[in-house]
């Protein structure tokens, strides 16, 4: 994913969830939309380095958004609103092997009432669902999710676990958008109830991936999976 005239700021903070006070290299002072819903761990240091991108849209309150952010000189991706794109393209272009040849991606699949999933893979006449985890804590050289508590993570694992017990393929994909990962693992001291129902539902026929971005100012992309440590 090719990326074009990002702007260079400072953080001074983030907060209300959805916004970030930065400082530009003159000293101005701007609020961005910051597109993570994520607790966004071990990034938010003042005075780490950012990107940002603007928004042709005129009708816009924050018109800039918050793309990444450097943490001891390494970017971290830290806009969700892109994962999705990043996976697919990965898929598309031969990155991401482990489903052999895909014949159709297909975005948004609704899987029960009021619930989606990320994607579902066209393969012949086989049918895989994924769901797509954006990765931006590392500790201890480890890349690890969920970041914050999420309900909502747990559900999706279970809703690959019962498309499994179906008969259909089911993945979880997390996407480390960092390079100085070594490993993934499922984050138990914040999240023990998702650390444990992930290893419980790839015990079910759940696939877990974790591949790893180079991130850049002018580009992100998948590069390579990375091992999956569950216990």
């Known amino acids: 994913m ?11 903070k983030r907060y209300k969830r959805f916004l970030a006070d930065v400082v530009l290299a003159d000293g101005t002072e701007l609020t961005a939309h910051c597109p993570n819903t994520g607790s966004m761990r071990g990034c938010l240091e003042p005075g780490n380095p950012v990107m940002l991108s603007r928004s042709g849209n005129p009708a816009r309150k924050y018109p800039f958004t918050l793309e990444m952010i450097q943490v001891d000189g390494c970017w971290v991706g830290i ?5 999705n794109h990043l996976v697919r393209e990965a898929i598309e272009n031969g990155v991401i092997t482990d489903f052999g040849a895909v014949d159709r991606v297909q975005p948004e699949i609704k899987v029960s009432a009021g ?8 393969r012949g006449t086989e049918k895989i669902y994924m769901e797509v985890k954006n990765c931006t804590l590392v500790e201890g050289r480890r890349a690890m999710f969920p970041d914050a508590i999420t309900s909502r993570g747990t559900k ?8 499994a017990r179906g008969g259909h393929e089911a993945a979880i994909f997390f996407c480390v958008q960092r390079t100085d990962g070594e490993v993934f693992a499922p984050a138990a001291h914040i999240d023990p109830l998702y650390a444990w129902t ?27 999976a990375l091992p999956v440590l569950l216990a």
């Open 2 to 12: 090719k990326l074009k005239n990002l702007l260079s700021a400072r953080l001074k």
């Open 156 to 163: 999706h694992l279970r809703e690959l676990a019962e498309l």
């Open 115 to 122: 619930s989606r999933l990320d994607f579902l893979l066209i």
């Open 79 to 83: 806009n969700t609103a892109r994962t």
């Open 198 to 224: 992930l290893a419980e539902v790839v015990a079910q026929g759940v696939k877990v991936l974790a591949y790893q971005a180079v991130v850049g100012p002018a580009e992100i992309r998948l590069t390579h």
